[in-house]
């Protein structure tokens, strides 16, 4: 295992360390302070060098067997934990973020990389299908034709400011796209590069013991959005994947399309994740329905891509009582730290933001008692000022909500239409309030990724069903999920073998099934326990 406490500031690229060149520093954002030591900020050279050993190793990697890949996954996940509270100490200065957390976030990215092992031992990463000669066929005879899926090539994520742990280093892409037989490059995020790095030496630890070649994993850390370009623009990068801000996805997904061969950026980027109050559900739990919103609204600060921050209700006496009990719980939240000064300060200019586009604050929460600190805070508007002012839409990162008040259900089911793709929608109703989730529902459908009934959007589980996706600009492509098994699917392509010589044929197609992996006969699913013949 790692010494948890070995953090240099170097960038790991492959098996070597590069220990010298610009360097900065991470910042503790509840103090204002920064943190020792200084990391190294990569660049053209450092992204060359880790694409060219990225793309030396791909033939190989991608050719490992399943169950060697899931080990490696598995591994990643032992050496995580052996971190112990050294990563969660760290991570902890790093973003402001509480230990209990942080250490959710952690048994979340170890069971993450194990949900992917266990995925891809069962053949979630091949999904073989094969399709019988019938050379008897008139007018013309069909071949044999088997298909199964391999990895697209190196793979470029970028880690995430809100996840230190599950969507950073060794998170959902990362964990997707190792399993899909592509390596990774990451590159780390700067607001917590210590943490990055120790989760970085993680990785390499258990590659090393899986005798995987070194550019399999590489890490650069840095500050510029020269580093982002040039890693997106290298072109033996074969994808990305990204979570961050609208502009920076879009930047990113502009220089993937402007190259000679351009490339799939899977960027989720921009999300208020409307809930709807229908009204015999508001009128039965407005009370209860505050509290519950304001708890996920404040849930860290707010920062969290399913923050509710789209709150649809019907004016009457029920949207009263609950603009009364979420009013009084937003100014008994107290203000909370922020992960970088970056996010504080587009914070506070989003909340003006609103009040100048016509939204009334309702309620603040409580003074800032340190820098970087966020005040929850929330806004009421009418439905026909939503839907004349565009402004009242954009996303504001944090503990903001704006809650939009409408005549009618009519008017509930337009404002719907008007909102923009989202990560999740959410409805609150009682059995009365079914024909009207009935109108809503075919709308949301084309306007989320997943849809709730009376939960709240904060919270995503890792499973097998989860989309944690949505029409742009949640995303830049609403066919695809970031969490859950389905997310292995950004980073395979499938290839069809025509009549090859049993003997030339891979593993996964094979006659006989040798893998016993589940496969799909002519249209018929076979147990990975039988083989054609028995079938």
């Given at each position: 295992?790692i010494?948890?406490?070995?953090?240099?500031g170097?960038?790991?690229?492959?098996s070597?360390?590069?220990?010298e060149?610009?360097?900065?520093r991470?910042?503790d954002?509840a103090?204002?302070?920064e943190?020792?030591?200084?990391?190294?900020?990569?660049?053209?050279?450092?992204?060359?060098e880790?694409?060219?050993l990225?793309?030396?190793a791909?033939?190989f990697y991608?050719?490992?067997?399943p169950a060697a890949?899931?080990?490696?996954?598995?591994?990643i996940?032992?050496?995580?934990?052996?971190?112990?509270?050294?990563?969660?100490?760290?991570a902890a200065?790093?973003?402001?973020?509480?230990?209990?957390?942080?250490?959710?976030?952690?048994a979340?990215?170890?069971?993450?990389?194990?949900?992917?092992?266990?995925?891809?031992?069962?053949?979630?990463?091949?999904?073989?299908r094969?399709d019988?000669?019938l050379?008897?066929?008139?007018?013309?005879p069909?071949a044999?034709?088997r298909?199964?899926?391999?990895?697209?090539?190196?793979v470029?994520?970028?880690?995430a400011?809100n996840?230190?742990?599950?969507?950073s280093?060794?998170?959902?892409?990362?964990a997707?796209?190792?399993?899909?037989?592509c390596?990774v490059?990451?590159?780390?995020?700067?607001?917590?590069?210590?943490?990055?790095?120790l989760?970085?030496?993680a990785?390499?630890?258990?590659?090393a013991?899986?005798?995987?070649p070194?550019?399999v994993f590489?890490l650069?850390?840095?500050?510029?959005?020269?580093l982002?370009?040039?890693l997106?623009?290298?072109?033996?990068?074969?994808?990305?994947?990204?979570?961050?801000?609208?502009a920076?996805?879009?930047?990113?997904?502009?220089?993937a399309?402007?190259r000679p061969?351009?490339?799939?950026?899977?960027?989720?980027?921009?999300?208020?994740n409307?809930?709807?109050l229908?009204p015999?559900?508001?009128?039965s739990?407005?009370?209860?329905?505050?509290?519950?919103f304001?708890g996920?609204?404040t849930?860290?600060?707010?920062?969290?891509?399913?923050?509710?921050?789209?709150?649809?209700a019907?004016?009457g006496?029920g949207?009263?009582?609950?603009?009364?009990?979420?009013?009084a719980?937003?100014?008994?939240?107290?203000a909370?730290?922020?992960?970088?000064?970056?996010?504080a300060?587009?914070?506070?200019?989003?909340?003006?933001?609103l009040?100048?586009a016509?939204?009334?604050?309702?309620?603040?929460?409580?003074?800032?008692?340190?820098?970087n600190?966020?005040?929850?805070a929330l806004?009421?508007?009418e439905?026909?000022?939503f839907?004349?002012?565009?402004?009242?839409s954009?996303?504001?990162?944090?503990?903001?909500?704006?809650?939009?008040?409408c005549?009618?259900?009519?008017?509930?089911v337009?404002v719907?239409?008007?909102?923009?793709?989202?990560?999740?929608?959410?409805?609150?109703?009682d059995?009365a309030?079914?024909p009207?989730?009935?109108?809503l529902?075919p709308?949301?459908?084309?306007?989320?990724?997943r849809?709730?009934?009376?939960g709240?959007?904060?919270?995503?589980?890792v499973?097998?069903?989860m989309?944690?996706?949505g029409p742009?600009?949640?995303t830049s492509d609403?066919?695809?999920?970031?969490v859950?098994?389905l997310?292995?699917?950004?980073?395979?392509?499938?290839?069809?073998?025509?009549?090859?010589p049993?003997?030339l044929?891979?593993?996964?197609v094979?006659?006989?099934?040798?893998?016993?992996?589940?496969r799909?006969?002519?249209?018929?699913?076979?147990a990975?326990?039988?083989?054609?013949?028995e079938?």
């Open positions: 295992m010494e948890a406490t070995g953090i240099t170097a960038l790991l690229i492959g070597r360390e590069v220990t060149g610009p360097a900065f991470a910042v954002p103090r204002g302070a943190i020792e030591p200084a990391f190294v900020e990569a660049g053209p050279a450092d992204v060359a880790a694409a060219a990225a793309a030396q791909f033939p991608r050719a490992t067997a890949r899931a080990a490696f996954l598995d591994g996940a032992t050496e995580i934990e052996a971190l112990g509270d050294a990563l969660i100490e760290r200065r790093e973003t402001g973020l509480p230990a209990a957390r942080l250490q959710g976030e952690r979340r990215t170890c069971g993450q990389l194990r949900l992917f092992a266990s995925w891809i031992r069962d053949g979630g990463a091949d999904e073989p094969l019988s000669p050379p008897e066929r008139t007018p013309l069909r044999d034709l298909l199964r899926h391999i990895g697209i090539g190196p470029a994520v970028f880690g400011s996840f230190p742990l599950a969507f280093v060794a998170g959902g892409d990362t997707s796209a190792l399993a899909a037989g390596p490059i990451v590159k780390g995020h700067p607001a917590h590069p210590g943490t990055s790095e989760v970085g030496r990785i390499r630890a258990a590659m013991k899986a005798g995987l070194e550019g590489s650069l850390t840095g500050t510029s959005h020269e982002g370009g040039a997106v623009g290298d072109p033996r990068v074969a994808a990305v994947g990204f979570t961050g801000s609208r920076g996805g879009l930047a990113l997904c502009r220089i399309a402007a061969v351009p490339i799939p950026v899977y960027a989720e980027m921009s999300s208020i409307p809930v709807f229908l015999a559900a508001l009128e739990r407005a009370e209860a329905l505050a509290a519950g304001v996920s609204l849930l860290g600060a707010g920062q969290f891509c399913t923050n509710p921050g789209l709150v649809i019907i004016e006496e949207l009263a009582r609950f603009l009364a009990g979420a009013g719980a937003v100014e008994a939240a107290p909370a730290t922020m992960l970088t000064p970056g996010i300060g587009a914070y506070g200019k989003g909340v003006a933001a009040a100048e016509g939204a009334t604050e309702i309620a603040r929460g409580g003074a800032e008692t340190g820098p600190a966020c005040r929850p806004f009421v508007a439905a026909a000022s839907l004349a002012e565009p402004a009242l954009h996303e504001v990162f944090g503990a903001s909500s704006l809650v939009i008040r005549r009618d259900a009519a008017e509930m337009q719907a239409r008007a909102v923009e793709g989202q990560l999740t929608a959410t409805l609150h109703l059995v309030d079914h009207l989730a009935a109108q529902l709308v949301l459908e084309e306007k989320a990724g849809i709730l009934a009376n709240w959007p904060t919270g995503v589980e499973c097998h069903a989309v944690h996706g742009f600009p949640a609403p066919r695809s999920t970031s859950g098994t997310a292995i699917r950004r980073f395979l392509r499938p290839v069809c073998y025509q009549d090859l049993e003997a044929l891979p593993a996964a094979k006659g006989g099934n040798p893998l016993r992996l589940p799909l006969l002519d249209g018929k699913m076979i990975a326990t039988e083989t054609e013949a079938k």
